[in-house]
């Protein structure tokens, strides 16, 4: 049989630290971990003010939540000033007291409960009756310890968040009780499913999506790069190069952050390792933040079997885990790891220089296959951010501009202006608008591109055309940007507009031929009587 728990607390304003405003998110983290144990929620008492608790004054807006069992879910029972909820509280408070009387509740979690006010009947039955009792809050702890309560864990809140708060009630718990208890450190989503690859870190290494949250990084300095060749913003130059430096670090936080799903705890260490993985550039600052979110995981695991307090837990996690992995990088891998960015660098200029228009002509007849295949997040985008970290602008992310970018731009005007039917033109103008507007969603030409493979050959035609280009000018630049701003951030802001306007022209003329032959060729209807 579950056993049931009672869930006591308050909050306030900054004093809900790291979690947000919304007690749901704190409750719903440690809803998803006692389920996770075979633990149920017999009842709850929590009251959210709007100030911090150390200041709040008796108008205070706040609000009290309690638990519905018919619906199975936290519940608002009372909204107003903190007076007003008090008063509501302390009849919540006899309530769970004369369930802890019945029987009906066998472990209480405290976060900053009032022992002396709105908790009091609570915590004299839990003593009564031994009930066991763990939480955070340090001087509420002392508090409900020296009335006699069975207190079976208890720390301060400090530099804790959600899910460590929550995982530390519901290790002590189990451990009092020696029940099994995996804690979900991974996706909630698969709360008690004992999906294994929730909970492995793993199974959530991503490479393509470290690379693609990291983005927006390497698109701010390359607006760094653009504005320093403004007249008089010369000065800006410097800031690209602290930008530079930076990429590792975010790279970093990126990959802790999805490896450990810890929150607050991995960015930390994610910080710390990418700080001391910058000398091995981007792929440097990834190995140091996957390294961070595995330390991260495993000794967060560790302390809180160790009944380590809460906040120890954090420091130890997050300090320790960026510490390890980041001086692993600092002193072993950041020369092989700068070497490698370097090589594949290298390779690229090589193979550009060798011959520049066939190079962008070979890149623009290949990058639609490959983002249909799966391959440009996987092979192009990385190259592109690594030729980024050094130039701010990049030859294979101009031709993924001029190749994709346009040349869905051009199919999806051609079906505005001169579509099938009139459906296909409501379909077209959306994508026609944030490839434009964005540089990006080059996915709204496919439906035209797959029912017509002529038009699939146009678009592959029109991309080499667009890469040749590139390769003429000698081009480096960008996509992920709004079309019209581009050109400013490439090297060659008249050889880009050529290439980009080519590419989009040439799709435009394909698929508007294409359109009027199609049309042409339909039966006429037919109108004799």
């Known amino acids: 049989m579950s056993r049931q728990i009672a869930i006591i607390g308050s909050s306030g304003g900054n004093l809900y630290n790291l979690g947000g405003k919304d007690p749901r998110r704190l409750l719903g983290e440690i809803l998803i971990q006692m389920e996770s144990a075979d633990l149920s ?24 939540y309690s638990w519905k069992m018919s619906q199975d879910e936290p519940v608002i029972a009372a909204q107003g000033t903190l007076q007003e909820v008090n008063e509501a509280a302390r009849q919540l408070d006899q309530d769970i007291a004369e369930q802890i009387t019945l029987g009906e509740i066998d472990g209480i979690i405290v976060m900053s409960a009032d022992p002396e006010g709105t908790n009091r009947l609570v915590f004299e039955a839990a003593a009564r009756h031994k009930i066991p009792v763990t939480g955070t809050g340090g001087t509420s702890m002392a508090g409900i310890q020296s009335r006699g309560v069975h207190v079976i864990a208890a720390s301060g809140t400090t530099g804790t968040t959600n899910r460590t708060r929550a995982v530390t009630f519901v290790t002590s718990l ?19 499913t004992g999906d294994d690859a929730l909970s492995s870190p793993w199974k959530r290494i991503n490479l393509r999506g470290i690379m693609m949250a990291s983005l927006p990084g390497f698109i701010a300095m390359a607006l760094i790069l653009a504005a320093s060749k403004i007249p008089g913003l010369s000065s800006l130059s410097t800031v690209f190069e602290l930008m530079i430096k930076a990429l590792p670090v975010i790279l970093a936080v990126i990959a802790a952050k999805q490896v450990s799903e810890l929150d607050e705890v991995s960015i930390v260490a994610g910080i710390v390792a990418g700080v001391l993985s910058t000398e091995g550039g981007i792929i440097g600052g990834i190995i140091g933040g996957i390294g961070a979110g595995l330390l991260v995981h495993f000794i967060f695991r560790k302390c809180v079997e160790w009944r380590f307090p809460a906040t120890t837990v954090n420091i130890a996690a997050g300090g320790l885990a960026g510490l390890i992995s980041g001086l692993a990088v600092y002193f072993l891998i950041a020369p092989i790891a700068l070497a490698a960015g370097e090589g594949i660098r290298g390779l690229i200029e090589m193979l550009v220089s060798f011959n520049p228009a066939i190079a962008g002509l070979i890149a623009g007849l290949l990058i639609w296959p490959a983002i249909i295949g799966g391959v440009y997040h996987a092979a192009i985008l990385p190259i592109v951010l690594l030729e980024m970290e050094r130039t701010g602008n990049s030859f294979l992310g101009a031709v993924d501009m001029v ?3 346009m040349v869905s731009a051009g199919i999806t005007l051609a079906n505005i202006v001169a579509p099938r039917d009139k459906g296909e033109a409501a379909v077209a103008a959306p994508g026609f608008a944030m490839n434009m507007g964005f540089g990006t969603f080059v996915e709204a030409a496919y439906p035209f591109m797959f029912s017509n493979k002529l038009v699939f050959g146009g678009a592959i035609m029109s991309s080499g055309l667009g890469g040749l280009l590139v390769g003429l000018f000698e081009v480096r630049g960008t996509a992920y940007v709004p079309s019209f701003f581009a050109p400013t951030l490439s090297n060659n802001a008249f050889g880009f507009t050529i290439s980009m306007l080519a590419s989009l022209l040439c799709s435009f003329l394909i698929t508007v031929i294409l359109n009027k032959l199609s049309l042409g060729r339909r039966p006429k209807a037919d109108v004799s009587m």
């Open 41 to 64: 929620c017999a009842a709850l008492q929590f009251i959210a003010a709007e100030a911090s608790m150390d200041q709040a004054k008796p108008d205070t807006r706040a609000t009290l």
């Open 174 to 192: 189990c451990k009092h009780w020696r029940m099994p208890y995996r804690p979900v450190i991974g996706s909630t989503a698969g709360a008690g």
């Open 403 to 405: 190749g994709l970018v």
